[in-house]
């Protein structure tokens, strides 16, 4: 069992710049790939990015790629995602989530565990 904890959005000018964190508990954090979903007003949720279990290898949309570099940190427990050069089209609940399985996936279906989401406002 995984707990997830998002934290660090808000409300940013077009251009601006945020970092969200997600906070795993349990012992067990580095034996999960890890993985970044959005979900905007009116439309399903998204991938955004993704990250293995060691920080190697990374993905991420092509709606992002660029602007968006998700890291994490597995002393710590916690997955990051910095974003710059935020567009209004970026608003939306910002997920993290948790996925057991070797492989990197985008399919949400494959990721166990959730947070409850951070809200990000991009105003123009």
């Known amino acids: 069992q995984v707990q997830l904890e998002e934290s660090g959005g808000g409300l940013v000018q077009a251009g601006g710049s945020l970092r969200l964190s997600c906070v795993a508990s349990?012992?067990?954090?580095?034996?999960?790939?890890m993985g970044w979903f959005r979900q905007a007003p009116g439309k399903e949720r998204e991938f955004v990015a993704a990250?293995?279990?060691?920080?190697?290898?990374?993905y991420y949309a092509d709606s992002v790629k660029g602007r968006f570099t998700i890291s994490r940190n597995n002393d710590k427990n916690t997955v990051y995602l910095q974003m710059i050069s935020l567009k209004p089209e970026d608003t939306a609940v910002y997920y993290c989530?948790?996925?057991?399985?070797?492989?990197?996936?985008?399919?949400?279906?494959?990721?166990?565990?959730w947070g409850q989401g951070t809200q990000v406002t991009v105003s123009s």
């Open positions: 990250i293995t279990r060691s920080g190697s290898i990374t």
């Open positions: 349990g012992r067990t954090f580095s034996r999960y790939n």
């Open positions: 989530a948790a996925d057991p399985s070797v492989i990197l996936t985008t399919m949400e279906g494959r990721y166990d565990y």
